[in-house]
């Protein structure tokens, strides 16, 4: 029921989870690989 009636808020923080996510993963790739 919370997360119903909430679906605006719960959709904008899985959004900005996802791309901080997204960033964190795709900066770690990048280190490791070394080049």
């Known amino acids: 029921e ?3 009636g ?3 808020l719960v ?3 899985e959004k ?3 791309e901080a996510g ?3 993963y795709k ?3 990048t ?3 070394g080049d």
Do not use: K, P, Q, T
Request: hydrophobic residues 40%; without cysteine.
């Open 31 to 33: 280190n490791n690989r």
């Open 16 to 18: 900005r989870l996802g």
């Open 6 to 8: 909430n679906e605006e």
């Open 2 to 4: 919370f997360w119903v």
């Open 22 to 24: 997204y960033i964190s």
């Open 11 to 13: 959709g904008m923080y």
């Open 27 to 29: 900066l770690a790739r």
